[in-house]
């Protein structure tokens, strides 16, 4: 990826900053800020001013400029109204913008670009971003225009191969602003035209401006998802016309991406982005009018720029550009002539240029008139030094060797030109006048060659137009060389080419003589000077190219093929000498626990605090054990199908099930059993009978009163009811209950229009009838629903069911009971959530309770056949009961077996434990238990349990335990819940290596997943692998290996596992979800549904379609059908579609959802053919169904958020979830809600509050109270402690009751639904918790928070609160949407986030609408853009493509994995599996490429640093850095800090009492050493500025000097192991592809030149640049520059696709913007202060961000701690201690109460 100094995240050399090459000084000096400006602007290597040359320029150089009036260019008009601005005004403006603009993009993060809209969207390139940022490339040299082109088609090359949908936008006014700099100017037109020419990337150079309407209307059309452009121009001019270019963008809801700071890896972009806001919409409109009239004048005074027909050089040569202009015409129209069949681009351009600089500079000399000789200059009496300008003749051999230079590049290949020698010479400044003049004259030609359209010009070497190095070089020839006498032959080739481009040169001077071709050098004025170089650091010295030979089995088998073309270093080189052996380090100790572990791994070692003779410890746990069983029935309560209960023989298969149908004959018994169960049946059948004859008066009754309430007690009925006749009767009784309830609202109501849900329950009732209860209809029950479906309209629906209906004589009366409504519309437009399912009706003997879906049950036949799978299936659609089914079956198998159940979060985690606990009992043999958990900072019975519930990274610890194999071949089934977060960015590549290392079956579950085929195919790849392996491998078999059990489980017969990976696919969810956007207007809320094809456009759906996901509800299929008619009235189909005429409709009593879903696709499909017939009609059609939108100032809809919950509250949709991505902002809203409700109780004087403040303290201080009496010690008297506890909680329980007594509209809280004792029991677990009573307070009236940095417990209780109904409204950040139980009636997303993508979207609109209690989930867009929530619903999901898999900490796992291992072969196999098949690698032969390159360098950084000796054995640190592999790269350089004895140089006790003890200058020390390596945490500019004077210990110290030294060794070592690895991979690379440009694949391979002496001596090959793009080389780059991290992206060769990305190298300084970033020192206010909240205050931490990160803090130093203890024998080590020390004040301050 280009880069720019600007964002390096190093620090810029300050040379380099100031380092401006003259070729491109520009012409204008009237204005002083374009000088200076492009002094910082213009970096290159030719800085031989000094910093005086620099600020104040000789009024000599400078260009005078004559300005003529001309018609100024046509702009937006600014407003008759408007006042005109003076200049003062508008600086004023411009400096508001600016300010606004730099702190938005001050607030901008790193994000990946192409993350989620890859496939749908697409954004804008701002063309002259574009050019800025790859002219400011560290590594360009100016006037280099092929490795330009490189630079550009590399940025572009790699957004196309990543699959980015972009364009690139040239704005035609900004053209005007390069005036001042003709060779950017030049730059611009050529890019433009390449781009146009030579590749297929799509460009707009229609639109003026930014604020003109063309580019209002193409915005609208295509909405970017966000515009990349840069935040800085060339000039200030320049800089505020991009500032009007983005908040134009931000005004428009459009993102900004800053293309000064993008990067790149193999998988992703990544860039600055900054999201808009209302306020930069406020601004633009506030100052729109100004802004228009700056532009205008920022325009007209370029345009006159441009439209100068005079300008001066040297202050008395005067240049007329329209001369120029209409000199270049007539020469182009003569060269047409003479090359009518067409040209090359590069022989026009260097024949028109230098005929007509040639001939105007001759006349410019003849015009002077103080000059006796053309060839002389007369001296300025002002001047500081006289500037002699070249004579003709010094100015013609210019333009002879220019010539030259281009035959040179037409004929030399770019083999031959990359090994052209480095000249450190440069220009003389006094030329530069004339160079800028041919600069000039070259941007004319081919803004002039654009538009001439009957001339074929090949446009294919445009790139390569110029090379200012090699004109550079062939003069220092001829000046330098040529007259010291060397002589050397041009050759023939050369010679002819060059002879034909000066001869063209001089036919179109006419009669103009400018000399013969040769001599090429006639004068002998000096055009070179020697550039002033500041000293260097001495160069790295290039080693011999090879690796260090290895001896690795592993190595052998996975990159043999690659190594066998490499070359090694032999035995005696100094590098392989040097290397030395280190203590080899056994890994016996578990990497995130502080107890050692065995190697036996003993089932029963972590069961035995249950029998430890602590009983503080004894009921802890069972505490704990009870408390899951709690948690799990508030998980399982509304769903009865997954309760188990073990102890019964395994369910039989159903017959299609396994394939074979045997008969059996019945036995009498059998018999006897079959009439007893019919008896039985008899007698539940009058039971239940009767039951209903006792209730059916009742609740026809109550149904007649109060429709719902009585419908409920009928339903209640009904699900209880085990006998389907008398379900019929009694629903037979609802139906007539609610046609009479119907009957009799419409005679007393007169009320338009009818309130039609009781007719919704009368049809409901119909549907049910007709369709599961159909054999007990007889004729009297069919005219009778005919009768009621007669009386409510639908006449047809009675004929079709019942032709005999009984005529009434009041007929002509009954229209007052009609709804006005066909059947069809009113069955979709109001019954749509009622529709009726194809369900099967066949049970399942597998499963009780419910009948399951039929690919529900291909679930079961994967599990029961001991296959994998991939289940991909909407939330709350069943998937995950073939987890726990799977569960069952093995605890059914034996007590050996385990399942392993992987969950993303810890979250979840204690969610599934809880269900487990609920769903499992089972005896089992003394030290084995059902359940075990393992996440990183707490476990328990890990490796004797059954089911283990744990986190990705902690079961990879396990796999990659070299002594813990024994465990790991008891696991028979792996479940790996979220599965799609194999596609995030942290992480991700813990769950590919878990997917790709066991072995055994395992289901793969996800609601999120867009490319599940290639999932499973890849997934099946690995499986075959295992296969291939186990088949080669004795006792393959991993159930051999099962520990003996008993005689009876020996006798089982344990299938052996499948390799067959299934897909199982279900895309329907079970409830619909409707989505409304909501407004504030006039203090009021507007809520308008958004129909979901709203959010599409024409343009979509020509490339994408219609997205597969966008799903109607049966009422939006309506209101589509309804809105196609009004837009098209004589549209052909509108009758076959009309609901009651739709085939699948017609004459139907009971429409079924796929009958709905039908009629859905057929609109869709007719919307499609629309847009094929008459596309402007599709667009009409999709704005018609565009709600109407307002915005207001987002201050304004935060403190209107409470209004916005109250109503909907009002509209009964509560429970809601309120989706907000800042942590602050979700505890922020949840205490705004319960201010809000307080302030309202106070109003309407319900209460006191201080009443209410002193009972929460009496109830919190009796909850307490309570809570230690339990801990008391037990030795009190029992009857004592007994009534004290009775006393305690009947004060705690008329405390509650009290607390309370809030009115209803005071509060969410639905105290129906828990009683008090449940109640106080849940909350009782927040006495625990820091800060309780906070939530306490929320909690009491319903109100929740949940967000990843809470402690678990809080998150329990608000989750339980939530699922029982007592919590009506939680805010929440994203990660409640994996997987966490908590489904609701309506999901709210209240603040945009550019983390608010297409796959969180789904994830959290899928807990709308809860399965058996909403008809309909909801969605409410409160506070999102309306261009953000089309991109949410039409995007489609990003697929699954991997991560880069591989660190050099995880290679060296896999190594001391493959040492140390127990099983050598299945450690192997493992470690090989990993290698060998990743997702990224899948079906992409160059990326397995780059995977291998990287394992090979990290076994060779390995080797050298010392951590495995030439066999790849682990030595010396290995185990520690290892243990710290979280932390690379600081795992490594914290080995070398201890190598090097720093920490014992800095660890030097006191001693007091005879023990040693470090002060608190060395401790805090330490925290700041360690806290640059393990806890960088940067603060935002605004967290820093706001801190910086208050409190010293908020930004991070930067390292001790000694430290900061031998991390910059380390460094050093990365970058000469580095470079010198890619020295030696380079011959592997495609040098035919290297020789072509990425995009264009424009070839400079040609053959080379060999009859020329010149070319020889010029381009010798004398510099190594066998690892450099050849591109590169143009720009003097070699070798040498590889071992520069900066320069490696860029300069690479292309083939050889390793980056830098993954090297184990810590960058002490980032910058952003030319600030340096600094680190949060929360780690070291944490030592001083020992207090979480000091860090919320002053840190700008969250509580729960603080905790966390404290938290892993203190885990490594306890990580640290026992891995120097086990590698140190002296217990009393100054470092060990220190380490001890530290890690107990941690530790002690964390956890203290």
Known sequence: MASAPAMSHEKPNSSDDIDSESDIESDGSTDSETTGSIASFDQSEENYLSSEDDIEEPASWQLQVKTKTMKPPKVKAIGATSCYLGFTECKKILSKLSLLISKTLSKAKMISLLKDFVESEFFLIDGDSLLITCFLNVNLKKGQTLHFFYIVEQLLHDFIKKEAKFAVVFFKDAENMYFDFPELAALRVMLIQHLKQNTEVNIYTEFSNCLSPEWEIFLKDCYPYFLIVSETGITPHQTDFLNILIIHALQKKINIVQSLGLESDVLRIYGYHASSCYRHKEFFEMHEKNLQQILHDYLLEHFRKSQKTEIFLYDHLKLNLGEMQKEIDGNLSLLQNLWPEGADIRSIVCSVSCSVTLKLYKKMLQDVPDCEDLNTCTEIPDAQEVIKAPTLNEAADLCRMHCLSIAFLQHLPLLQRAKSRIIT??????????????????????????????????????????????????AYYYEIEYCRGLNLELGDTLKHEYHKLWNTVLTLAGEDDFGESMPVRTTSRPFLTEKNTSPQESSQEIHKSGLIPLKSEIMEDYAGDILSELSFLSSGDPAVMSLYKKKEFDELIHWHSSRPLSNDFERTMDSSAVKSNDAKERRKVQKLHHFYHFFGKSLISRNRAVQIVIGRPLPPLPANSSGHKRRQQKMNAEKFTEENQKKQLAKLKKREEKRWNNLSLSIDKEIKVNLNSGLRRLEDFLQACPVKSVKFIAEMVGLEACFKVWLKYCLESEAEPKDLSIVIQLMKRIHIIHEKYSEFLENTHRQKLAKYLKYIGFDNLAHSLCSQVKKSDIEKEISKYSVHMGAARFQLTHMGPHLLREERSDPDPRVQNFIPDTWQRELLDVVDNNESAVIVAPTSSGKTYASYYCMEK???????????????????VNQVVATVYSLFKKSLPEGLVVCGVFTRDYRHDTLNCQILVTVPQCLEILLLAPHNQKWVKRIRYVIFDEVHCLGGEIGAEVWEHLLVMIRCPFLALSATISNPEHLTEWLASIKSYWQQVESTMENSDPCQNVLKGSKEQQRKRIEKPSYRVRLVLHKERYNDIEKYVCFLKDNDFIMEHYHPCAALTVNHIKKYGIPSDLALSPRESILLYDAMVHIWPEWSRMQELEPEEFSYFKNKVVIMRPDAKKYEEELKKEMLHWIEQDPDKVNYLLMYLKPQTFDSEEAEKERMFPCFVEKLKEMNRLPAIFFIYNIHSVEYSASQLHTNLVNKQNTQNYSNPERENKLIKKLWKAMKTQKKIHMADSKSDSTDRIQRMTSLEAEIEQNIEKYYKVPADCTYAGHQTVDYKTLRKILSRLCETRQGYKLFKLLHRGIGYHHGAMEYKKRQVVEMLFRLGHVQVVAATSTLALGINMPCKTVVFTADSVFLDALNFRQMSGRAGRRGEDNIGNVFFYNIPLPKIQRLLKSNMPELKGQFPLKVSLILRLMILVAKADDKEDGKAKALSVLQHSLMSFKQPKMKSILKFYFIYSLQFLVTEGYLNQECIPIGYSGLVSHLHYHEPANFIFVSLLVKGLFHKLCIP??????????????????????????????????????????????????????????????????????????????????????QLPLSKIDFLGKECEDSELVSHLMPGAESR??????????????????????????????????????????LNKYKNGRKCQLNSYALNFYKKGSLSALTRENGLNIGDAFTLIRDFTLVIQSIRISLSELCDDENDNVVLAFKQLNETFKKNLWKK
């Open 425 to 474: 010479s440069i220009w003389d400044r006094t030329l530069q006048p004339f160079l800028r003049m041919l600069k000039r004259c070259e941007f004319f030609i081919l803004k002039q060659l654009t538009s001439r359209s009957n001339w074929n010009v090949n446009f294919t070497n445009l790139p390569d137009l110029t090379d200012n190095i090699l004109w550079k070089n062939i």
């Open 890 to 908: 093995i605890l059914r198998e034996s007590d050996e077996g385990v399942v392993v159940y992987v969950a993303p979060t810890k979250a979840l």
């Open 1550 to 1635: 006191t001693n007091k009492n005879g023990q040693k003890k470090f002060s608190k200058a060395v401790m805090e020390t330490l925290v700041v050493v360690l806290a640059n390596l393990f806890g960088r945490r940067y603060l935002s500019p605004s967290e820093e500025l706001k801190k910086r004077s208050s409190y010293s210990t908020v930004i991070l110290d930067d390292l001790p000097e000694d430290f900061t030294m031998v991390v910059e060794e380390h460094n050093n070592r990365i970058k000469k192991h580095f470079g010198s690895f890619l020295l030696t991979i380079s011959k592997l690379a495609d040098m035919k592809k290297e020789y």
């Open 1666 to 1707: 066998t690892a450099i793009s050849p591109f590169a080389c143009l720009s003097n780059i070699t070798d040498q520059d590889l071992f520069d991290i900066n320069v490696i992206n860029d300069a690479r060769l292309q083939t050889i696709n390793v980056s830098t990305n993954n090297l184990p190298f810590l960058c």
